[in-house]
């Protein structure tokens, strides 16, 4: 059974951090990432991993503040995010599907986590 659990979210200031953490079973060769959705708005990629660690990709709105890392032997995938901002807010959705390429479109991933709410506000 394929399932994608995430953990980390939560209530933060502007300027700090949070580290979301998605744990992956029943997959064995897939490109896994980040997607969120704001308030009143559509969902948006974030950020990936392929299968082979080696390629990562980003959402303009995060580089140089988000990090994603990827622990093949535990099947789990980080997102470090610092320096966040108000419009980051939003709910914080794992995917996952069978590919080697770094990919943003919301088409390429057919397994979604539950997703978990980060809120960035003072």
């Known amino acids: 059974q394929l399932q994608l659990v995430e953990s980390g979210g939560g209530l933060v200031q502007p300027g700090g951090s949070l580290r979301l953490s998605c744990a992956a079973s029943?997959?064995?060769?897939?490109?896994i990432g980040w997607f969120r959705q704001a308030p009143g708005k559509g969902r948006e990629g974030i950020s990936c991993?392929?299968?082979?660690?080696?390629?990562?990709k980003y959402a303009d709105s995060v580089k140089g503040r988000f990090t994603i890392s990827r622990d093949s032997a535990k099947n789990t995938v980080s997102l470090q995010m610092n320096n966040l901002k108000p419009e980051d807010t939003g709910v914080y959705y794992c995917v996952a599907d069978s590919l080697d390429l770094a990919t943003l479109s919301i088409v390429d991933y057919n397994y979604w986590g539950q997703g978990t709410q980060v809120t960035v506000s003072s």
């Open positions: 029943g997959f064995t060769y897939y490109t």
């Open positions: 991993v392929s299968s082979s660690g080696l390629k990562t």
